[in-house]
């Protein structure tokens, strides 16, 4: 069976996708599975959390997209990570200088990352995760033309994240009507969750309000000032504080995004509400 690509995407800063596509693809590759990371975020925070101490990749997401020849081959790209089971396609500052380029050449552009991403991933790897930028512009479409599934996560405590998730479901609707008849919203997930606040509890009611039980993942994201502290020292919550909540709720994620794809690799897609 093929494996998955999805994108982690939300417009709104500070909903910790990066948090969540760092810490997703260690679980899954704990639980077993082949995990690429692709950083199309020009700030490089999943390539600093992934990548071993020092290590500066001789290529990256820069050389994959600069031009409409690819000037490296694909396995060139993909570094190892500090990660069991976790491979990384990472990024450079310098990627932020591609977006006129891209803007310029679209729409053909914005189907580069899928011509040379999709059929390789999806044999090579079970799951692959997009680490978006914190925005709907020109990488995102490329990861929304190139994706089967896209996760968006929702921070807790903010309406604005609330926003960007209805923003977020528009598009997909719209890149499916564009012609990636496989992209197709996967779940919401709730992040930086503390139940001890009414916002995190409104929050929570007004997602279970606009969206049905099949859309939101069962499992939540704690807050833990321990993944602050993990973020410094550049790790993963699962390698900086294995027995933390929030280690353990990312094991359930993995192990419910598991048991999710399959069904939905065989076509019971369910259109959104």
């Not at 190139?146 to 997909?172: M, N, T, Y």
């Amino acid at each position: 069976m093929a494996g998955s690509i999805v994108a982690v995407v939300n417009n709104k800063g500070g909903v910790g996708k990066t948090t969540v596509t760092c810490n997703l693809a260690h679980a899954l590759g704990l639980a077993g599975c082949r995990v690429l990371v692709v950083d199309l975020d020009s700030q490089c925070n999943s390539t600093q959390m992934l990548l071993p101490p020092g290590l500066e990749p001789q290529h990256s997401f820069y050389e994959f997209m600069a031009s409409d020849e690819l000037t490296v081959s694909w396995h060139e790209c993909l570094v190892p990570t500090a990660y069991e089971g976790v491979s990384c396609l990472p990024n450079v500052p310098e990627t932020a200088g591609l977006e006129p380029q891209l803007i310029l050449q679209a729409p053909a552009s914005f189907l580069r990352l899928r011509h040379r991403l999709r059929d390789q991933a999806r044999q090579q790897f079970d799951v692959t995760l997009l680490d978006n930028p914190p925005n709907i512009g020109t990488f995102v479409l490329c990861a929304l033309h190139a994706a089967d599934f896209v996760l968006v996560p929702v921070k807790a405590g903010s309406a604005f994240s609330v926003e960007g998730l209805l923003k977020a479901v528009r598009l997909i609707n719209e890149i499916r009507r564009q012609g990636n008849l496989d992209l197709r919203l996967l779940r919401l997930l709730i992040n930086q969750v503390d139940r001890r606040t009414s916002i995190s509890k409104t929050i929570a009611a007004q997602l279970a309000a606009a969206f049905r039980p099949d859309q939101v993942f069962a499992t939540s994201i704690p807050m833990n000032t321990l993944f602050e502290q993990a973020e410094m020292a550049r790790q993963t919550i699962l390698a900086f504080a294995p027995q933390s909540s929030g280690s353990r709720a990312f094991h359930d994620l993995a192990r419910e995004l598991l048991a999710i794809l399959p069904l939905s690799l065989t076509g019971s897609e369910r259109e959104e509400k």
